[in-house]
Structure formats: structure tokens, C-alpha cells
């Protein structure tokens, strides 16, 4: 089975641009998260989707947005990019299904974003 | 208040000793699922354990374990026979609500291991 892939890996944006990073869940998968790593507030939660729905969000500004796909490969959007913004963005998918029991999270390799 | 605390600084470990990684956690929901991941210095984050909170037993994958302590809110994880892949960050996290609810994990800052030979 192949493993969560990102696009792209590395990319690098001005002020005041905008960007937009893909995420591909593993097979029958349909629930993809995205994260944002810095330094300086670790690794915090964006949003979620399950099923082309936007499912649970983050403490974020709606510069940031994201959408998911039939296939339930997902997309983030980050408009009007901040200095700040420079991070490692990571998604996760994992089955999202229902039940008390074992849900793993299965993280790709992240796209580094570096604002000029 | 903090969901996930991992307070230790940097960790050294002799290559073949065990070494304990601590977390603790706070919530009022009693259903919960709480992770452990690596971090290499490439990036990407690599699952090693899952515990949730219904569960009897401890889980252990191979070298690691995880020392669940429910009253105190601890989940430990111990990794024995400590190897020079090792060094890296680890992280501790934890999902609220059962499973199917959300996604969503609450990530500890993380704790650097270092393994010496």
C-alpha cells in the first residue's frame, strides 16, 4: 500500500502570495488532516476532512482553507502568505471510521514552506 | 492548561540501555486515544503506538511500550534496547472522543532523544 503523499515538498513564496499544497491519503482512507509545524508553536491543528466534508477546524485564520476531493485527496489554500507562515505543513489520513477502537494517523512527509 | 505536557529537555541514551519518554495529559472526556510519534530530523512523522483509553492492557509494537497510568494521566513510553536510529524527536499526542468523532490530535512540544554508542 502506498503511503501518504505530499506536494510539493519544498516551496518557496513572497508576501502577500498565496499557495496551495496537495495531499494524498492512503487507499481507502478518507479522512485527511492538516497540520502546521513551527519552532516556536510546535505542531498545531488546521482542520479535518472526512468524506468531502470539512469535519473539525483549527485555531486558524481564515486565510487558511482547505477542500477535499471525491477520491479524498485534499488540498490547502493559504492566501495573502505572512512571514509567519513559514512552516512545515503536514497531513495525515487515517480511515475515519467510527468506533471505539484503534484509529492510527498516518503522516506524509510534509511540505516546507518558507515565506520571503 | 496544557493537554499534552512533555517537560523533559533533551534525553541521552547509551546505545542498548532503555530509555523512558514522559507525557502526561489532561481531559474530561472519557473516551480517548493517545499516540506516540517519531520525528527525524527528514520531517516526516512516524507512528510507533497507540493506546486508548478503554483499553486493559499496555501496548507495546516490537521495542516500544507505553506505561499507561490512567488515574495519574501518564503515558510513558519506553523504548528498550535503545539503537543510534533512535536519536530524533519524539512526540506525544492524544485524539478525544472515540474514534470516528474526529481526527483531530493535540500534539505535546516534543522531547529530543540522543543515542551515544
Redesign the interface.
Known sequence: KAGVTQTPRYLIKTRGQQVTLSCSPISGHR?V?W?QQTPGQ??Q?LF?Y?SETQ??K?NFPGRFSGRQFSNSRSEMNVSTLELGDSA?Y?C?S?S???????????????T?LTVL | AQKITQTQPGMFVQEKEAVTLDCTYDTSDP?Y?L?W?KQPS??????LI?Q?S?DQQNATEGRYSLNFQKARKSANLVISASQLGDSAMY?C?M?EG???A?????????ITLSVRP
Open positions: 479522512s488532516s497540520y510546535g505542531l491543528f479535518e472526512f469535519r473539525n483549527g512545515l503536514l495525515a487515517s475515519g471510521a467510527g468506533g471505539l477502537s484503534y484509529n492510527e494517523q498516518f503522516f506524509g512527509p510534509g516546507r | 473516551s486515544g499516540f510519534y527528514s520531517g516526516e512523522m512516524i507512528f497507540y486508548g478503554y512526540f499526542a485524539r472515540g474514534a470516528g474526529n481526527s483531530k490530535l493535540t500534539f505535546g512540544k516534543g
